[in-house]
Nanobody, 121 residues
Framework: QVQLVESGGGLVQAGGSLRLSCAASGVTLDNYALGWFRQAPGKEREFVAALRWSGGIIHYADSLRGRFTMSRDNALNTVYLQMNNLQPEDTAVYYC??????????????WGQGTQVTVSS
């Protein structure tokens, strides 16, 4: 059973930073892509960043490139999302997703439970 467990969310003031973690278990990630998505209240879920575990470039939403950085730790089967200069509009539930195809992440096979990020002005 594949499990994705996010952590690291919280309340931060505008301009602050947070690092989210997503630990994967029950799966060999070599043939998977992992991604971060977010959903703000009353809005549709939106793509944040994604990578293929086997390597290659990391994809980012254009609007977040430069402030958000996705990385991974192979030994821990974990991906991270470093978020800098956070703004109130970044407030959302952040989800981790895994799928065999990076372009299939929007309807991924596996999702975490989400972690709340709240940015106060």
């Amino acid at each position: 059973q594949v499990q994705l467990v996010e952590s690291g969310g919280g309340l931060v003031q505008a301009g602050g930073s947070l690092r989210l973690s997503c630990a994967a278990s029950g799966v060999t990630l070599d043939n998977y892509a992992l991604g971060w998505f977010r959903q703000a209240p009353g809005k549709e879920r939106e793509f944040v960043a994604a990578l293929r575990w086997s390597g290659g470039i990391i994809h980012y939403a254009d609007s977040l490139r430069g402030r958000f950085t996705m990385s991974r730790d192979n030994a821990l089967n974990t991906v991270y999302l470093q978020m800098n200069n956070l703004q109130p509009e970044d407030t959302a539930v952040y989800y981790c997703a895994a799928d065999s195809k990076i372009y299939g992440l929007g309807s991924a096979d596996y999702w975490g439970q989400g972690t709340q990020v709240t940015v106060s002005s």
